[in-house]
């Protein structure tokens, strides 16, 4: 016998046949997101190394901007975005459970700036389109988690339209 839980589950679940849509494991209001997995796999393809090889690369990368951002420095990718940490300065807040006041002390967190070519390309972008393209992401990656599980198999990567940049291009 099932609990509420699933009974809730599975009605979600027949709401999305219904609508052919998800919300399975997302609560951003059925964004997109790309997979890691796929993202190691076309750097392995378009750079001709293996995944493994490409995992490690990414891996490094991504370490390597935790440790320049953690001791002060701005990482920048020309033509992407950068990356710094920011202090939020000690103020005042709230507990929402019992409204009792309580002091948040000054902290460090991580700013994230999109270039100004990236915002200039998203500026150009229609909302409309940009949510349709997003509805289509999602069904497409429901698809391909579906057809992994099912086969266990590497999804076809050919139809993805990305090429590696030429050093003058950077």
């Known amino acids: 016998m099932g609990t509420k839980a699933d009974a809730i589950r599975a009605k979600t679940k027949a709401q999305d046949a219904k609508s052919g849509t998800t919300t399975e494991k997302t609560k951003t209001s059925r964004r997109s997101w790309f997979p890691y997995s796929d993202i190691v796999a076309i750097c392995a393809t378009k750079s001709g ?3 493994a090889q490409a995992n490690v690369c990414l891996k490094t990368l991504f370490g390597l901007v935790k440790q320049l951002v953690i ?4 990482v920048v990718f020309p033509g992407l975005m950068s ?3 920011r202090i939020a300065h000690a103020t005042t807040g709230r507990n929402p459970k019992t409204g009792e006041k309580i002091d948040i002390p000054e902290h460090i967190y991580l700013g994230m700036k999109a ?7 998203l500026k150009k972008q229609e909302v409309t389109n940009f949510q349709g393209a997003a509805i289509e992401t999602i069904k497409r990656h429901e698809k391909r988690r579906q057809a992994l599980v099912s086969s266990r198999i590497m999804p076809d990567l050919d139809d993805l339209d990305f090429d590696i ?6």
Do not use: A, H, Y
């Open 71 to 74: 001791r002060g420095e701005v």
């Open 83 to 85: 990356f710094e940490g």
């Open 165 to 170: 940049p030429e050093e003058d291009e950077l």
């Open 115 to 121: 270039s100004p070519k990236v915002k200039q390309l």
């Open 49 to 51: 190394i293996t995944t």
